[in-house]
């Protein structure tokens, strides 16, 4: 790594937009790093596992996707998932 985030890579890559909206990121509704495959399941955080959405798209889909199932509780003292 020399010197650039993986972020900023992304960033890059998708030009500064949400790409769900395409809006660019405003200081009320700012740029956030998707992760395609949740951190708590074994994805990592690479120009390829992430994606550049803004902060309403992001909400919008871990509120309509949410993560844990109802089905199944889970052990105690497993990370919690889907914040990225
Ligand atoms: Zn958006």
């Known amino acids: 790594m020399a010197g650039r985030s993986v972020r900023e890579a992304v960033?890059?890559?998708?030009?500064?937009?949400?790409?769900?909206?395409?809006?660019?990121?405003?200081?009320?509704?700012?740029?956030?790093?998707?992760?395609?495959?949740?951190r708590c399941q074994g994805g990592r955080s690479t120009l390829d596992?992430?994606?550049?959405?803004?902060t309403e798209c992001h909400r919008e889909f871990h509120r309509t996707h949410p993560v844990s199932s109802k089905k199944k509780k889970r052990k105690k003292g497993r990370r919690k998932c889907g914040r990225g």
């Open 49 to 54: 596992n992430l994606v550049t959405w803004c």
């Open 11 to 38: 960033l890059e890559r998708d030009g500064h937009k949400c790409q769900i909206c395409g809006r660019e990121g405003t200081k009320r509704n700012p740029l956030t790093m998707h992760h395609i495959i949740y």
